[in-house]
T-cell receptor, first 113, second 110 residues
Framework: KAGVTQTPRYLIKTRGQQVTLSCSPI?????VSWYQQTPGQGLQFLFE???????NKGNFPGRFSGRQFSNSRSEMNVSTLELGDSALYLC????????????FGSGTRLTVV | SQQGEEDPQALSIQEGENATMNCSYK?????LQWYRQNSGRGLVHLIL?????REKHSGRLRVTLDTSKKSSSLLITASRAADTASYFC??????????FGDGTTLTVKP
């Protein structure tokens, strides 16, 4: 059974640009959550999508957005990049039932210069 | 401050010793999950404990949950150098929202 796949693994962008990250969940999983991990802030919840609808949202500015497609694949977009957006972005998939655990991908390392 | 706060922030022990990490949270939960993360990689799910459970075991791992104190602990027995990693607790509310703490960095010296 394939795991959670995140692409790309590494990304370097310039301030002001925008970026799109992709996450393919485990087959059959309908929930995809996104997290930002930085040394200073730890693991911060961005948002969760379930069946193409945003179900939960963290405390991030509107520059951070996401969507989920009918095949449960999810994309996260960050516009007008800032240096502080440099982080490891992790996505996690689950069946959507809170009783079950999450499976995380290996993450996308974004560096903003 | 956010839910799922781990304590201590860092822990250094010798191989063979036991390691105990704690997690505290603030609101009612549906379940609590412990994860391990090796440097710069994704999180690996270790154990999920439901709000109506008090203790769970998996190999050398033992997790306890005290909902009256809103806290959980992860015990790793007979630690190995390969256990060196960061350990996170994730709290899942009944609304399905998950939050994680900053993690405990465990170093096991050979």
């Amino acid at each position: 059974k394939a795991g959670v796949t995140q692409t790309p693994r590494y990304l370097i962008k310039t301030r002001g640009q925008q970026v799109t990250l992709s996450c393919s969940p485990i087959s059959g999983h309908r929930s995809v959550s996104w997290y930002q991990q930085t040394p200073g802030q730890g693991l911060q919840f961005l948002f969760e999508y379930f069946s193409e609808t945003q179900r939960n949202k963290g405390n991030f500015p509107g520059r951070f957005s996401g969507r989920q497609f009918s095949n449960s694949r999810s994309e996260m977009n960050v516009s007008t990049l800032e240096l502080g957006d440099s982080a490891l972005y992790l996505c996690a998939s689950s069946s959507g039932d809170a009783w079950h655990g999450y499976t995380f991908g290996s993450g996308t390392r974004l560096t903003v210069v | 401050s956010q839910q799922g706060e781990e304590d201590p922030q860092a822990l250094s022990i010798q191989e063979g010793e036991n390691a105990t990490m704690n997690c505290s949270y603030k609101t009612s939960i549906n379940n609590l999950q412990w994860y391990r993360q090796n440097s710069g990689r994704g999180l690996v799910h270790l154990i999920l404990i439901r709000s109506n459970e008090r203790e769970k075991h998996s190999g050398r791992l033992r997790v306890t949950l005290d909902t009256s104190k809103k806290s959980s602990s992860l015990l790793i027995t007979a630690s190995r150098a390969a256990d060196t990693a960061s350990y996170f607790c994730g709290v899942v509310t009944n609304a399905g929202k998950s939050t994680f703490g900053d993690g405990t960095t465990l170093t096991v010296k050979p």
